[in-house]
């Protein structure tokens, strides 16, 4: 499965938006498909800087999405479509917030909820989440959908920029009236020595030594659920690297009964938010199992609750059905 950043060149709006906006602002005269839009006024080079902004985080709604579009035409806008739910989320969202506010006003990040808002999500056509797209003088633009490490989405935050001063979007905004004061909220508390060494790691792609760290953490003390969740996290990330969906989709469609082959695809099912259809390929194949088998698969299912959440509603069905199975 490829997370690469697309180049500059590629960034292209590839969603229809229309639905959600009554007023979709026409092409220039001579403007013809691929080529950069009449820079806005209000983002033009030179141009004075927005007004302040309560925050430069903030959450859309389906009904509320048509003010992240006015202020598209000063400072390109990063969406976010996540859900509670979702492992993978909770990774990429304190990144993409860290590097908003390190960008000081030159970009606004408008986080959406896939549970709730159907409307945008179907619009940006998130068929799997983390889903991120951006917004450039009302243009959607398609970014990347899963967990990138953070090199990876500054990259992307860059070749973001350029297209829109490609466009003429070059403003900055400010946080009632101090740009420093982004997200007006104290900083966090430093992590535990393994955490961060464990964050560490997987900002450089290094999967193996994050998941050591965990296990050292989990090591000193069982009771460390977040080291758990972390761990389970980092273990599917490790199992998606350098696979390619398609052929673990054909291999899975091909192998119904293999159990690894139905692992690798419940992973990508998981990984893309798809949760109860990773559950239920396992749970529907766990009775024609070997004793061995089925230890593998409970122990697979159990590191997915810790991913998933254990009190997500997906977790306490799938985990009444594994205990059903089991005895």
Same mark, same amino acid.
């Given at each position: ?6 180049? @500059? ?5 590839? +969603? $229809? ?9 026409? &092409? ?20 004075? &800087? ?19 579009? /006015? ?47 159907? *409307?945008?999500?179907?619009?940006? *056509? ?48 400010? +946080? $009632?009236?101090?740009? @420093? ?8 508390? &430093? ?36 080291? +758990? ?13 350098? +696979? ?22 419940? $992973? ?8 109860? /259809? ?12 070997? *004793?061995?088998?089925?230890? @593998? ?31």
């Amino acid at each position: 499965m490829s997370n690469v950043p697309p180049s @500059a060149a590629s960034l292209r709006g590839a +969603v $229809d938006l229309s639905s959600l906006v009554n007023r979709p602002a026409a &092409p220039a005269p001579g403007h013809t498909e691929g080529s950069p839009a009449t820079p806005a006024a209000s983002g033009a080079e030179g141009a004075a &800087p927005a007004a302040g902004v309560p925050s430069l985080v903030v959450d859309v709604t389906d009904a509320t999405f048509s003010s992240i579009l /006015d202020l598209s035409n000063q400072v390109p806008v990063i969406v976010d479509i996540w859900a509670e739910w979702c492992g993978p989320c909770k990774q990429l969202s304190p990144i993409l917030e860290k590097l908003i506010v390190e960008y000081a006003g030159r970009l606004v990040l408008a986080k959406v909820d896939a549970d709730t808002n159907p *409307q945008l999500t179907q619009a940006f *056509q998130a068929q799997s989440i983390p889903t991120v797209a951006a917004v450039i003088a009302g243009r959607p633009v398609s970014l990347f959908v899963g967990a990138l490490p953070e090199a990876q989405v500054r990259d992307v935050f860059e070749q973001v920029l350029e297209l829109a001063a490609q466009n003429g979007v070059t403003g900055r905004l400010s +946080v $009632d009236g101090d740009v @420093a004061e982004a997200t007006g909220e104290p900083e966090p508390e &430093p992590l535990p020595p393994h955490h961060q060494d464990a964050y560490d790691a997987i900002e450089r792609g290094d999967y193996d030594a994050a998941k050591a760290a965990y296990t050292t953490a989990i090591a000193q003390d069982p009771r460390d659920n977040l080291a +758990v969740a972390g761990l389970a996290q980092v273990s599917l990330l490790a199992r998606l690297q350098g +696979v390619t969906m398609a052929d673990v989709r054909a291999a899975g469609a091909s192998s119904p009964d293999d159990l690894d082959a139905q692992l690798a695809v419940a $992973d990508l099912d998981l990984s893309g938010g798809h949760v109860t /259809d990773a559950f239920d390929r396992i749970l529907t194949l766990f009775p024609k199992l070997d *004793q061995p088998g089925k230890d @593998a698969a409970r122990t697979r299912l159990l590191e997915y609750f810790e991913v998933a959440g254990l009190d997500a509603p997906e977790v306490v069905a799938a985990r009444r059905r594994l205990t059903m199975l089991l005895y």
